[in-house]
């Protein structure tokens, strides 16, 4: 029997497992990824809709701030850490210019943390209809 057969039959016996742990290794931490990353993801996606929504319709609104209190409002639907602080709304005649900056804290398993940042920037103009 040669040398390349021997270390074939090995690899048939299942004696090369480190290549089967590492992979499974790497596949559990891409579903905790995906488990803790998605949902928020998903959440900051629908703020920012939301704000392009509320930028495009904005005749049907008086002023900035009640715009704004909108927006914090289904930021906080979301459960999303966004502030009078870290948003600022602008309104003229002929556009709507919204900036939303704010970080989520995704906490993993064994005290990992990742702080997230998010910029959402909208500038419409205004429809009159």
């Known amino acids: 029997m040669g040398r ?28 905790v990824v995906a488990w803790v990353a998605v ?11 939301f704000m392009i929504d509320q930028a495009t319709n904005a005749s049907r609104f008086r002023t900035a701030e009640s715009l704004k209190k909108r927006v914090l409002a289904r930021a906080r639907e979301l459960d999303l850490p966004v502030t009078s602080k870290n948003l600022t709304v602008r ?18 398993p064994f005290d990992i943390t990742y702080d997230w940042r998010f910029q959402h920037e909208v500038d419409r103009p205004i429809f009159y209809y």
């Open 39 to 49: 949902p928020v993801k998903v959440k900051t996606s629908e703020l920012h809709d």
């Open 91 to 108: 309104r003229s005649d002929a556009r709507v210019r919204m900036e939303a900056d704010y970080t989520v804290t995704l906490e993993f």
């Open 4 to 31: 390349g057969e021997t270390a074939r039959r090995r690899g048939e016996r299942g004696e090369s497992r480190i290549g089967c742990i590492f992979w499974s290794a790497a596949l559990i931490v891409g579903i």
